[in-house]
């Protein structure tokens, strides 16, 4: 159902409570999600993105309701990947000459797609189209999170369509921040940001900079997912500063994999060594075969600093060890350090392995890495308790 944002704005997108994971697999969305479309309605009307795939025939439908389709004049699309864009071809059916507006890198990425020759306009920042009394001005933002990608602000009445930049995976009717939990928003948020924009924190904290100079009046920042800022948008800004700048709590992660308990037990005597020399200190454990991996890799990006610990399994470290580290490879993490662990039988190559892998991720080592035969006896556990009080004053 669509709903009246300003009188020029209603949100005409798809809240899908249904969504549990994001690009496959990959992210956790247990609090489903939102594809947020924008139809601006002025002296000339203006439709600000589209909808996951999936939606397609119902988008189109939904829309007509709010406005017969031949009266959209312009189509703006921030952003391509398929939750933004796939809606297009069901849209372009019905209107195939509407000019799509976009940046260059984002008509290749369309054309990609679908492999339609549509009515294409190239934009860059600082690049405008006037609709009467409201002004869309384009700005660029690539690599938030793809190639393509772009912000539009709409003067007159002071909204940032910020597309997957401040948005947050989260199903609600209610649209707005201030009337939701906003701690649950804002988990979100960070995971979002942890999990799919940490990669391209450089790029985030200089185009966040660029905004905030441009001194722009705010009264939304509408993004393509989760609710729409309006009484938070200096703490979301606030936020997106922080985060953007190789963000760390007093807080260190130890991440695990146990077959018999025995790096379990080994995790739970580093967790107390670390309390024991620090009450300030906060200490999350985090098993990797049971915990979701995004919640995992959210804590390992509040964090000072990340322990890892797996048995050795065929010369090597488990399989949930080896995911969460390709996926800690990935989002670049900067300015954190990192210890390995581990118990083992007869080979014990797991610690110095994921040490290996650490350092390629781009984690400072704390040490060599700690190691206990068989199952830790009180001897081992002091031995660990040890290991975490010394962990403490290097972290």
């Keep these: 159902m669509a709903k009246q944002l300003t009188d020029h704005v209603t949100w ?11 690009h496959g697999q990959e992210l956790s969305t247990f609090r489903g999600s939102s594809y947020n479309a924008y139809l601006v309605q002025d002296q000339k009307t203006a439709l600000i993105d589209t909808v996951w795939q999936p939606y397609d025939v119902e988008f189109v439908r939904h829309l007509k309701e709010v406005i017969n389709l031949s009266k959209i004049d312009y189509i ?46 190239n934009v860059r920042t ?42 947050q995976h989260f199903a609600s009717e209610s649209l707005y921040d201030d009337c939701v939990e906003l701690d649950e928003v804002m988990y979100e948020a960070e995971k979002y940001y942890a999990n799919i924009l940490n990669t391209y924190s450089p790029m985030a904290a200089k ?56 790096t379990r037990t080994m995790a739970e005597g580093i967790a107390e060594g670390l309390r024991q020399a620090d009450n300030t200190l906060t200490v999350k454990l985090m098993n990797a075969s049971k915990d979701d991996k995004n919640d995992i890799l959210t804590e390992v990006f509040r964090s000072k600093a990340v322990l890892v610990g797996s048995p050795t399994i065929n010369n090597g470290y488990s399989y949930a060890i080896a995911g969460i580290l390709e996926m800690m490879r990935g989002l670049k993490f900067k300015q954190k350090k990192a210890a390995a662990f581990g118990s083992y039988g007869w080979g014990g190559e797991a610690v110095k392995l994921i040490n290996e892998h650490l350092q390629t991720a781009g984690f400072a080592l704390l040490n060599e890495g700690l190691r206990l035969q068989w199952v830790p006896t009180e001897e081992g556990i002091n031995q660990c308790r040890d290991y975490g009080r010394n962990l403490a004053s290097l972290i």
């Design 12 to 22: 005409v997108g798809k809240v899908d409570w249904e969504l549990k994971h994001f």
């Design 76 to 121: 703006v699309m921030n952003h391509n990947e398929i939750d933004h864009s796939g809606s297009l071809v069901e849209l372009m059916r019905e209107i195939p000459n509407t000019p799509i507006y976009c940046t260059k890198k984002g008509e290749a990425i369309i054309r990609g797609h679908y492999h339609q020759d549509w009515n294409f306009v």
């Design 126 to 167: 600082g690049d405008t189209l006037t609709l009467g009394d409201t002004t869309l001005t384009f700005i660029e933002a690539p690599m938030l999170h793809w190639p393509d990608t772009m912000f539009s602000y709409l003067s007159g009445d002071n909204i940032l369509f910020s597309n997957d930049g401040f948005g």
């Design 207 to 262: 185009k966040l900079q660029e905004i905030l100079a441009m001194n722009l009046p705010l009264q939304l920042i509408a993004p393509s997912h989760g609710i729409i800022w309006r009484k938070h948008i200096a703490d979301i800004i606030d936020r997106y500063t922080r985060w953007s700048n190789n963000y760390q709590q007093h807080q260190v992660t130890i991440v695990y994999d146990t077959m018999w308990n025995s």
